[in-house]
């Protein structure tokens, strides 16, 4: 087996591709329309990388990844990442969004905050757009401070943000939101 392999699966968005190492898993990538768009996506994202079937521990997260977006609660927290490569601010960042429950959001400035400095929203915001590993790194559930849902680079952009926190939304312990009903689910991913 290469250190680097990865997998494409099918969900309920379409099919999925997951990148692992020993050390953990370093990418996931969303439904980029079809099974050959997501490959392609993938193996321009990580060249090394083989096709293999999963291991018995990346297949269990595959699933975790099938079941969430089917509309199960899943928790990713102790799914061991391969971020090496990225800058030390991006795996602070990340750090933090792996704390927020699921059915729930922080804002970018909330996380700044985390950080020390407030100013620092915008490039929490960039960190987000570099997360290699969505879902399992949670950075759908960071949002904007202006009540909108703030962007999302994977295949889909919003749309799949919006699909992912309407999922998750339904097992938070708080009040319903404007995440929660399907009619207003469609107007909010049109507004973005």
């Known amino acids: 087996m290469s250190a680097w392999n990865f997998a494409i699966f099918d969900t309920a968005l379409g099919h999925c591709g997951i990148t692992w190492t020993s050390r953990g898993i370093a990418g996931v990538d969303l439904p980029a329309g079809s099974e050959e768009k997501t490959r392609a996506r993938l193996k321009k994202r990580f060249p090394e990388a083989q096709e293999a079937g999963p291991a018995p521990d990346i297949q269990k997260i595959v699933d975790g990844v099938v079941a969430l977006i089917a509309g199960e609660k899943i928790d990713f927290s102790d799914v061991a990442l391969d971020h090496a490569p990225l800058p030390e601010f991006s795996k602070r960042v990340y750090e933090i969004v792996r704390t927020i429950p699921i059915g729930h959001?922080?804002?970018?400035?909330?996380?700044?905050?985390?950080?020390?400095?407030?100013?620092?929203?915008?490039?929490?915001?960039?960190?987000?757009?570099?997360?290699?590993?969505?879902?399992?790194?949670?950075?759908?559930?960071?949002?904007?401070?202006?009540?909108?849902?703030?962007?999302?680079?994977?295949?889909?952009?919003?749309?799949?943000?919006?699909?992912?926190?309407?999922?998750?939304?339904?097992?938070?312990?708080?009040?319903?939101?404007?995440?929660?009903?399907?009619?207003?689910?469609?107007?909010?991913?049109?507004?973005?």
């Open 105 to 192: 959001t922080l804002t970018y400035g909330d996380i700044a905050k985390k950080l020390g400095d407030v100013s620092l929203s915008r490039e929490v915001g960039q960190a987000m757009g570099r997360n290699p590993t969505p879902i399992i790194m949670p950075c759908h559930r960071v949002v904007a401070a202006s009540g909108k849902t703030g962007g999302f680079s994977a295949p889909g952009g919003i749309d799949t943000k919006m699909k992912l926190l309407s999922i998750e939304r339904r097992h938070g312990d708080h009040a319903p939101t404007l995440f929660d009903d399907d009619e207003a689910f469609r107007y909010a991913s049109k507004k973005g």
